[in-house]
């Protein structure tokens, strides 16, 4: 079955800017979108169809795609950005999540 | 606003079938396919099936076929999960959510089952 895989953990102080990574075989054909999920509470769309933001949704979070690896980046991490993110796509038919990736800003 | 509220989570025995129930509101229901996306404790999310709007098309995680069935009333805005043959692996937070052409843009809070004798 199709798999995303995502880095585990991403470390950044405040202010600095944070990549998490994304890959799969199907992404040159297939947007990709990232959740954030903070604990006890449900994920949020925070990106989708690779790079575009939702509304509501602060500036320092964008998204791109290249090739079998999608990108999101956080431009001067906050303290309130630290959760777990997902990226989510498809191969077609079923639909699949990444593994996740804790950020911590500290 | 759109509101998705999980309903008929609980305490089930191993082996035994579950339904849960999604009621949907604040959109146009017919119009959106619904997933269902389940997280174990302390695990990661796992998109588990989903449903176009008109209820004609069904997809579901290639490690839960055979024993789940997803299906919708667009009268009463509801969505279902029909779960069988529960495993204590089935306990999760399950989560009703609303698809966006290609993504997910709503969630509900979860409905919480788990499966233990």
């Known amino acids: 079955s199709y798999e995303l895989t995502q880095p585990p953990s991403v470390s950044v102080s405040p202010g600095q800017t944070a990549r998490i990574t994304c890959s799969g075989d199907?992404?040159?054909?297939?947007?990709a979108s990232w959740y954030q999920q903070k604990s006890g509470q449900a994920p949020l769309l925070v990106i989708y169809?690779?790079?575009q933001r939702p509304s509501g949704i602060p500036e320092r979070f964008s998204g791109s795609s290249s090739g079998t690896m999608a990108t999101l980046t956080i431009s001067g991490a906050q303290m309130e950005d630290e959760a777990d993110y997902y990226c989510y796509s498809t191969d077609g038919n079923g639909r699949v999540f990444g593994g996740g990736t804790k950020l911590t800003v500290l | 606003q759109v509101q998705l509220v999980e309903s008929g989570g609980g305490v089930v025995q191993p082996g035994r079938s579950l339904r849960l129930s999604c009621a949907a509101s604040?959109?146009?229901?017919?119009?959106?396919?619904m997933h269902w996306v389940r997280q174990a404790p302390g695990k990661g999310l796992e998109w588990v099936a989903v449903i176009s709007h008109d209820g004609r098309n069904t997809h579901y995680a290639d490690s839960l076929k055979g024993r789940i069935s997803v299906s919708r009333d667009n009268s009463e805005n509801t969505v279902h999960l029909q779960m069988s043959s529960l495993r204590a692996e089935d306990t999760a937070v399950y989560y009703c959510?609303?698809?966006?052409?290609?993504?997910?843009?709503?969630w509900g809070q979860g409905a919480v089952v788990t499966v233990s004798s």
């Open positions: 199907e992404l040159p054909k297939k947007y």
């Open positions: 604040g959109f146009t229901f017919s119009l959106y396919g």
């Open positions: 959510a609303k698809e966006r052409l290609v993504d997910i843009d709503h």
């Open positions: 169809e690779d790079s």
